[in-house]
């Protein structure tokens, strides 16, 4: 997918577009730049799942209180606080640079300022501090400070919404926001891409594998809700999703359905494969793991809600390397198609030859522990050899020290 496509349909201006992250894992004094389609890449224990955990982490607050979210992930407070900051350091700072477009079809620069306070004897966290503000006319659209109070903006012909000094927050202020109507635009735009936002970093086949129950509007975090999605999506949806199916897995596939049966109203998924004159059905329960991930990478290109990030982790894992060039296919047209960002992770030097060179940020430790993060490819002499080599084949021909030696001279 190239940059003109983007600029074409419009949707280029719906993302997050830079990432600071302090005192979170081994994300110390981190910052990150991102794409439509940004690939994170290192060696294990770089911080590649900590990235898509912080993210994650951010987007959840607007929905749900941090005890829910820590609970959920099975994290404690000492998990998350950075083990490499100073000991007496206990606030967790994230600010996000996001791009949206205005209901007028203006450019809307947003910074998007957090800062969580750790209480580790207590395995609590509370907001200590929350902004959002225009970043080119520093605007204030929301100002909060734990003990003073604050405000959000109204919007047009709306008052102010102020926030006592005597609140104290478990989640971000944006969450305890009932009438989007009556604040300012920006805080809608901000919300609404968080909302949308989803992380299906733990997909899991197993999961996938169960029969659900219900109506579903995404696949859910592990994947559980797969049949029924696949089983409410439209006629539309449908077609589509055998036509990126076929393209994907071949011809061999016939067709694709989530059947319900019982009267619980359990769904599981079934695919019929031709073969000649014979055609077979395999249910989810036999499906091999690539296959179902790859079913699950095809039904979240089928999500409706746009603007949003969507987070992927190691979207190699028991794929055959024969499908990456048409599943990337697959994955690159979802900015486009959909207005759905993706960050990706992967190992795979194979499943980077198929991904847009800028997008490709290359993750290391330095010698405090800490992670950082380079665009791999704005490196000149990284660059000068994508003249005569694949980007996974630069990686594949270069030790970790070359690489972080190379970046480090960059600064």
């Given at each position: 997918?190239?940059?003109?496509?983007?600029?074409?349909?419009?949707?280029?201006?719906?993302?997050?577009?830079?990432?600071?992250?302090?005192?979170?894992?081994?994300?110390?004094?981190?910052?990150?730049?991102?794409?439509?389609?940004?690939?994170?890449?290192?060696?294990?224990?770089?911080?590649?799942?900590?990235?898509?955990?912080a993210i994650d982490f951010l987007c959840s607050s607007v929905r749900e209180d941090f005890p829910i979210i820590i609970e959920r992930r099975n994290w404690s407070v000492e998990?998350?606080?950075?083990?490499?900051?100073?000991?007496?350091?206990?606030?967790?700072?994230?600010?996000?640079?996001?791009?949206?477009?205005?209901?007028?079809?203006?450019?809307v620069h947003i910074v998007w300022n957090v800062t969580v306070l750790t209480n580790i004897s207590k395995n609590?966290?509370?907001?200590?501090?929350?902004?959002?503000?225009?970043?080119?006319?520093?605007?204030?659209?929301?100002?909060?400070?734990?003990?003073?109070?604050?405000?959000?903006?109204?919007?047009?012909?709306?008052?102010?919404?102020l926030l006592p000094s005597s609140i104290e927050l478990q989640s971000s202020v944006l969450k305890?926001?009932?009438?989007?109507?009556?604040?300012?635009?920006?805080?809608?735009?901000?919300?609404?891409?968080?909302?949308?936002?989803?992380?299906?970093?733990?997909?899991?086949?197993?999961?996938?594998?169960?029969?659900?129950?219900?109506?579903?509007?995404?696949?859910?975090?592990?994947?559980?809700?797969?049949?029924?999605?696949?089983?409410?999506?439209?006629?539309?949806q449908k077609k589509?999703?055998?036509?990126?199916?076929?393209?994907?897995?071949?011809?061999?596939?016939?067709t694709i359905d989530a059947a319900t049966k019982g009267k619980p109203g359990w769904t599981q998924i079934n695919v019929q494969e031709k073969y000649q004159n014979k055609t077979i059905t395999v249910n989810s329960k036999e499906m091999s793991d690539g296959i179902l991930r790859v079913l699950a990478f095809i039904a979240i290109s089928e999500i409706k809600k746009s603007d949003a990030v969507l987070l992927l982790d190691e979207i190699e894992?028991?794929?055959?390397?024969?499908y990456a060039e048409n599943l990337l296919k697959v994955l690159n047209d979802i900015y486009q198609e959909s207005g759905h960002q993706l960050i990706l992770t992967t190992h795979?030097?194979?499943?980077?030859?198929?991904?847009?060179?800028?997008?490709?940020?290359?993750?290391?430790?330095?010698e405090q522990g800490e992670t950082k993060a380079a665009k791999l490819f704005e490196n000149k002499a990284l660059r000068e050899q994508l003249d005569y080599m694949w980007p996974g084949e630069v990686i594949l021909n270069m030790s970790t020290k070359e690489i972080v030696e190379k970046i480090l001279g960059d600064e």
């Open positions: 997918m190239d940059e003109q496509g983007l600029k074409k349909n419009g949707v280029e201006n719906r993302m997050l577009k830079k990432l600071e992250i302090d005192n979170f894992k081994s994300l110390v004094d981190f910052h990150m730049d991102l794409e439509p389609v940004t690939v994170v890449i290192g060696n294990n224990a770089t911080g590649k799942s900590a990235i898509l955990q998990n998350i606080k950075s083990k490499l900051a100073s000991p007496g350091n206990n606030r967790i700072n994230f600010q996000s640079e996001f791009v949206f477009k205005s209901e007028k079809g203006q450019d609590q966290l509370h907001l200590g501090n929350e902004f959002v503000y225009d970043l080119d006319t520093r605007e204030e659209y929301l100002h909060y400070v734990s003990g003073k109070g604050g405000f959000i903006k109204g919007g047009k012909n709306q008052p102010d919404i305890i926001l009932s009438n989007m109507m009556s604040v300012a635009e920006p805080i809608r735009l901000l919300k609404r891409f968080l909302i949308n936002s989803t992380s299906f970093e733990l997909l899991s086949p197993s999961e996938m594998r169960l029969s659900s129950r219900g109506e579903a509007n995404d696949i859910g975090m592990s994947g559980k809700n797969l049949p029924s999605f696949i089983k409410m999506m439209s006629q539309e589509r999703f055998m036509e990126k199916l076929r393209f994907v897995l071949g011809d061999k596939i016939e894992n028991g794929i055959n390397t024969n795979s030097t194979v499943f980077l030859d198929y991904v847009d060179k800028d997008g490709i940020v290359y993750l290391y430790r330095n």
